[in-house]
């Protein structure tokens, strides 16, 4: 498929979704809601041209995943903020 730069959760995805603040996908209602208090970091992973720029989520940061190791400075440097992170999904 393309892809170059995988990483896997070590313990696999059960646990990864044991772990504490782990979630596999969260409801549009939650997200809205952590918007309207300003609780969390919208993150569109997706390609900047054209797709963020074409249209994203007020208020999101983008990190496109293809360049999210050189852009990592844009996120908080507390390990406690919560980052929403949405992309395009399979396509």
């Known amino acids: 498929m393309g892809y170059t730069n995988v990483k896997v959760f070590a313990d696999g995805f059960p646990a990864w979704m044991k772990a ?12 809205a809601k952590q918007l309207d208090t300003n609780a969390a970091i ?8 054209p797709k963020y ?3 994203h989520i007020p ?3 983008s990190i496109p995943d293809s360049k999210f190791a050189k852009m990592t400075a844009q996120l908080p440097a507390s390990k406690d903020a919560l980052l929403i ?3 395009g999904g399979v396509t």
């Open 20 to 31: 504490p603040g782990s979630y596999a996908a969260v409801s549009v209602e939650y997200v």
């Open 59 to 61: 208020g999101a940061v």
């Open 53 to 55: 720029d074409k249209g």
């Open 42 to 49: 919208i993150v569109d992973s997706r390609p900047k041209k």
């Open 85 to 87: 992170f949405y992309c």
